[in-house]
Each structure stands twice: as C-alpha cells, then as structure tokens.
C-alpha cells in the first residue's frame, strides 16, 4: 500500500473527485425517482416500470459491490474507479436515448453495474490519502455531501423533467462524469495481494438476483439456498468476503443496520412522489419540490451530526435519528401537513448516517477495507431496493398510510440491530487477540 500523502492542497482536490463520485450515485436514485411517472407515461409498459426504474439501477449496484470492493483491491482502487466512471458515464447516455422501456431498464442496469466498481473504491482511498484526525474530517464529509445530493436530485428532477424532458435528468451525467475521469489522476494507485473469487462472485449474483426480482415463492426459496451456499463457500474456501469480519457480532449489525434503514431511506421518498402525481396530480416540479423539507432536514442534521454532535456523544446519536424518523413517517401516516412529517423524518435521517459510518468504519482494519466496502455498500442498496419494491407495492395495494406504518416498523428494526454495532465499536481492534491476528 502506498504511503499516506503529504498535507497538501492535492489530496483535498482528490476527496473533492471522489466526494463528486458518491453524489451521482445518490444524485442517480433521487432524481429518477421524480422522473419516473414522466417515463412511465412517454415509454409505456405496467404500472411496475415506475418502481424498476430505480431498482434496475440499484439491483445490479447491490449484487456487484462486493465484488467492485475486491477488483478494487485486486486490479488497483484507481484504476477500477476509472473503468466503473467510464461505464457509467455511457449507461447514461444510453439511458437518455432509450427507445422503450426494456431498453432503457436494461441501460439503467449498466448504470448501476458500472457505479458498483466505483462507490467501494472511496473508502479504500481516503484511508490512502489521509491519516489520523485528517481521515475523520475526510470521512465526515460524506454525510453532508450525501444530504446536498438529497436536496438536489429531487429538486432538479422536476426542474429538468418539467422545462425540458425526462430523458434529460440521465444526461446530467454525462458532464459530471467526464469531469471525474479527468480529475481521476489526483487519486493514490492501491492494491493488496487479494485474488477474485469467481465461484463466490457467481453465487452471490446469482442468489441476490433470484432472491430481489421475482415473486414466486419456489424462486426466492432457490435465491435462499444459493446464498446460503455462498456463505458455506466463503466459510470453508472462498475469498471474496473476509471471514475476519464475522469473528464477533459488531460488523454483522453494521450490516443489516443500513439494510433496514436504507429500505425507508430509499422507499419512503418514491411513496411520497407516487402519492403527490398518482393520487393528487400534482406535477413533477411540484413533486421535487415538496420534498425540498426531507432533504433539507437531511443535509442540516448530516453537517450538525458530523461538526457537533457525533464528536461529543458518539455513536449513540443514531438512537435520536432512527426515533426522529420513525416519528416524522408516522406523523404522515396519522395526517400531519406533508411538509412537516418530511422535515422531521429527514432531520432523522441524517443524524443515523453520519454515526453509523464512523462506527462501523472503526471495526475495519486495513485489510479488511476492500471487502468492508463493499459489503456496507452492497446492503445499503440492497436495502434500497426491497424498500423501493415493497414500499411501493404496498402502496398500490393498501394505500400511502400503510405504507408509512410499514417504513415506522423497518425504522424501528434497524435501531435494535445498531445495538448490537455500538456494543462492539472499538473493541475488535483495540482487542490484544485483534492485534495479533493483525499482525499475522
């Protein structure tokens, strides 16, 4: 691995190009989401396309982040960082110019297998370029930029679906990716002496594919079976996923945490839009901008988590989040004005994602970033998108009050599971058996 780099203005640039990176994968998802009736309505198709134009996107993301985190690690976190951005940036404007809708669904699934070789190379390179109370800053920083991607995408969704066409919110893209590749070079080359696992790639691919896009029951049982197979071939031969992650209960509730919290995240936002232009009829610009309240409270409470309160409570700051939430979903569920619920569900949200990736980040070790990465990564968008899917269909089946009840219970899920992660936080490493393991 190479050196940390100096304190010079370079590496702060560098941040500022992978910090871009991650707010088009958010940008990518929000701002879809308001598009979507407007593409339903020009291409056609079911009343499902609506919710596949996020989950083609973030279920090939989910399945292939595992394996993006290892390639990272295997071919060079730059070197792939660059292959996804490429890819990306041609998913998007194929995306743009998509004829039918199972053209562009298929694009969108280029979009996001593309993003899955570059959102888990982030971490792995601002371990590179910074150290000590430097790195903190560094990763603090993602948080706000993930609120300032909320506020936007829906906002410009609208605008752009509104004064041009759909198709434009795809070619927003196109510019802020070639600006990434050519600011690419300011990025540290790193790699370990991990092999690709090809088998335990398959399985996962295979099982998460089986488990996420059908409905019939005899489907999901093969999906379970297949990953449970997976584990079994990660246990006993696999490389794919480092099994020292798995020695306590810590990094398993820094999983299913985001796995939970990710599904409201993600689903409660395309409920809100599905009811403003499905059941009132209002506009996508008029959609985008009623959800001006949730993304806001999401970008204030991520600067005021990071800044002040997570340095002076800790992790436990997620507790407030989750409650803030649940109480902000449940208050649209009971009638309270939109824009409330939204504001006070938004302020929640940033207060648990600023906590949680400080404290599941502080059970990684070196080695082990590369399939950390990619796993936190793969369950937040695996999260995404059954919330997308299930909070959507029961939408249409029971109505946006069930629907929200439904994101309260997932809400409250994931604060029980954080339990077990702040329980665990510091001790892996500061551990003497964890030292020695390290230095092994």
């Not at 006070?344 to 207060?351: A, F, H, K, S, Y």
């Not at 439904?406 to 001790?427: D, E, F, P």
Request: hydrophobic share 55%.
């Amino acid at each position: 691995m190479l050196a940390v780099m100096s304190p010079d203005p370079r590496r702060w640039a560098a941040l500022a190009v992978l910090l871009v990176a991650e707010a088009m994968n958010l940008l990518d998802t929000t701002i879809v989401q308001v598009a979507a009736p407007a593409i339903h309505a020009e291409l056609g198709g079911s009343d499902r396309t609506i919710s596949f134009c996020t989950t083609a996107y973030t279920l090939p993301f989910a399945l292939l982040l595992v394996t993006g985190g290892r390639l990272g690690d295997v071919l060079g976190r730059r070197r792939t960082f660059r292959i996804g951005m490429a890819g990306f940036v041609l998913g998007s404007a194929l995306c743009a110019a998509a004829p039918a809708p199972g053209l562009l669904l298929v694009f969108r699934a280029l979009q996001g297998a593309s993003a899955a070789l570059v959102i888990p190379q982030t971490i792995g390179l601002i371990r590179v370029l910074f150290d000590g109370p430097a790195r903190a800053r560094a990763l603090g920083t993602i948080g706000p930029v993930m609120g300032l991607a909320a506020v936007s995408g829906p906002v410009l969704g609208g605008f752009l679906t509104d004064a041009w066409t759909w198709r434009s919110v795809f070619l927003v893209n196109v510019p802020l990716g070639l600006a990434v590749l050519a600011a690419s070079g300011l990025l540290a080359e790193d790699r370990s002496t991990a092999r690709l696992d090809l088998i335990g790639t398959g399985l996962v691919v295979l099982g998460g594919g089986l488990l996420l896009t059908h409905e019939n029951g005899y489907l999901v049982a093969a999906g379970c079976a297949v990953l449970v197979v997976f584990f079994l071939q990660q246990r006993f031969h696999g490389n794919l996923v480092e099994r020292s992650l798995f020695r306590d209960i810590g990094f398993p509730a820094a999983l299913a945490t985001p796995l939970l919290f990710f599904a409201v995240l993600t689903g409660l936002p395309q409920v809100v839009v599905l009811l403003l232009q499905l059941t009132e009829h209002a506009d996508a610009r008029t959609a985008g901008l009623a959800m001006l309240p949730w993304s806001g409270g999401l970008a204030v409470s991520s600067i005021v988590a990071g800044r002040w309160l997570v340095p002076r409570y800790g992790p436990r700051v997620l507790f407030a989040g989750a409650a803030l939430l649940a109480i902000g979903t449940a208050g649209i569920a009971a009638g309270w004005p939109l824009s409330l619920g939204l504001a006070v569900g938004g302020l929640g949200t940033g207060l648990v994602t600023v906590p949680f990736f400080t404290a599941a980040l502080a059970l990684v070790r070196p080695a082990e970033t590369g399939s950390a990465a990619g796993l936190l990564n793969a369950v937040q968008q695996l999260g995404g998108t059954v919330g997308v899917a299930l909070l959507t269909s029961v939408y249409f089946s029971a109505g946006a009050a069930t629907a929200c009840w439904t994101a309260v219970g997932l809400t409250v899920a994931s604060g029980l599971t954080a339990i077990g992660l702040i329980r665990t936080r510091g001790t892996r490493a500061d551990s003497p058996s964890e030292k020695s393991r390290a230095g092994a």
